[in-house]
């Protein structure tokens, strides 16, 4: 059949977070966000660049996800015939880096696809469950007793695991009084990057609380060291930001540098490349599970559909629109069942209608391509 863009809408949309969320490398307040709608036939699809404000996440913030899609990916696929949407993606493969800025647009053109066949995006894309589990991400608290009642709070409504995000000065004691409150849930850290490889006899101390794993806790681009780190850990090491493609996945398996993998679909360049990286894990039997980026409504139901891939099955990150939206780009938003998990939408595309009226009024910034 084929499949032809003829337009492109980028947008801009400025989203209070209810909650700060701080991380070893930032805190965010505000949210600036990056839409991409892709139009063919009249009929549009939606994707979300995932990128922070910032470049310290990862090398993308919101103007280098604007630039790059609209100097770069945007034109690359305007007017293009295309076999399908799966080949939106290596259209994409000389621009280096920026995988989460064409991750928008590779993403919004599955969703235009699945649409334009009437089909559920979780379906086309090959997914094999209607309800996935949902674990929650806690920043650094204030205090420790905050950070108690958050987890309390956060268990009450059903999520299935918790993780908490870690640094120097705010890990072993904080996570040795998390289990003595809460001696059997499922619970995680996420360090992002934020420890060297010399820290290894520090990081072992976790050992004694365990837990389900420890996320990312090397170099941001390393794969190498976690290796070794892994090596001296009885905790399972997952791996985040190291993990940008099928191959980084395949070569961290083969090195043993981590047992679990973190997917998150703009980290990788879309849906193509995160099936991809599913396959690899799954293949060598290493679990994986849903990341999330503070995502608008867009991006988040997104993840849903990505969640429901044979693979994942571990909680993800991905969890209720209320969490940081006091209002989201879709209604209804999502929702997570006392059970803490989200029961998949079968409507068309990835199922949450749009609120375009109360899209229009957050935008700060819109441009049509084509
Ligand atoms: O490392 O998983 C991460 C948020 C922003 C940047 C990086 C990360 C996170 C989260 C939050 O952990 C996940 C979420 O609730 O969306
Ligand atoms: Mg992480």
């Given at each position: ?9 980028l947008?801009?949309?400025?989203m ?34 995932t990128?922070g ?16 899609l ?32 064409c991750?928008?647009?590779?993403a ?35 205090s ?9 709070d956060e ?25 003595r409150?809460?001696?059997q ?31 990312q ?12 780190l ?10 985040d ?59 988040r ?21 209320r969490r ?26 990835f199922g949450?209608?749009?609120d ?8 700060v ?5 084509g």
């Amino acid at each position: 059949m084929g499949l032809r863009i003829d337009r492109i809408v980028l947008r801009q949309v400025r989203m209070p977070l209810v909650q700060p969320f701080e991380t070893s490398f930032g805190r965010t307040t505000e949210r600036q966000i990056v839409l991409v709608e892709a139009v063919a036939g009249g009929v549009s699809g939606w994707g979300e660049a995932t990128a922070g404000e910032h470049p310290f996440y990862n090398e993308e913030w919101t103007e280098s996800a604007w630039l790059i899609l609209r100097d770069y990916a945007g034109p690359r696929v305007l007017g293009c015939m295309i076999e399908d949407a799966s080949a939106v993606g290596p259209l994409f493969d000389h621009i280096r880096g920026h995988r989460m800025a064409c991750g928008g647009l590779e993403a919004a053109a599955w969703d235009l696809e699945a649409r334009l066949a009437g089909l559920p995006l979780w379906r086309h894309i090959g997914g094999v469950r209607q309800e996935i589990g949902c674990g929650v991400s806690l920043g650094i608290q204030e205090s420790v007793p905050q950070l108690l009642k958050k987890i309390e709070d956060e268990l009450e409504a059903g999520y299935q695991r918790i993780k908490i995000k870690i640094k120097p000065g705010w890990d072993v004691d904080v996570v040795r009084e998390v289990r003595r409150e809460f001696p059997q849930i499922r619970l995680m850290v996420d360090a992002n990057s934020a420890y060297r490889l010399s820290d290894a006899e520090h990081l072992r101390r976790l050992d004694e609380f365990y837990l389900m794993m420890i996320e990312q806790p090397l170099g941001h681009d390393d794969i190498i060291d976690h290796a070794a780190l892994q090596a001296k850990l009885e905790t399972p090491v997952c791996l985040d930001e190291s993990i940008r493609s099928a191959r980084h996945a395949e070569q961290a398996i083969r090195l043993r540098a981590c047992k679990i993998i973190n997917i998150k679909l703009g980290r990788v360049g879309g849906f193509g490349e995160a099936r991809r990286v599913h396959d690899v894990a799954r293949e060598a039997g290493v679990p994986v599970w849903c990341g999330g980026m503070l995502e608008s409504g867009v991006g988040r139901a997104h993840n849903v559909a990505l969640s429901t891939l044979a693979g994942f099955i571990l909680p993800g990150d991905v969890s209720a629109s209320r969490r940081y939206w006091a209002r989201d780009v879709i209604a209804p938003a999502v929702e997570v069942t006392p059970r803490g998990t989200i029961v998949v939408r079968d409507d068309p595309g990835f199922g949450y209608p749009l609120d375009l009226d109360f899209l229009r009024s957050i935008t700060v910034r819109e441009e049509a391509l084509g």
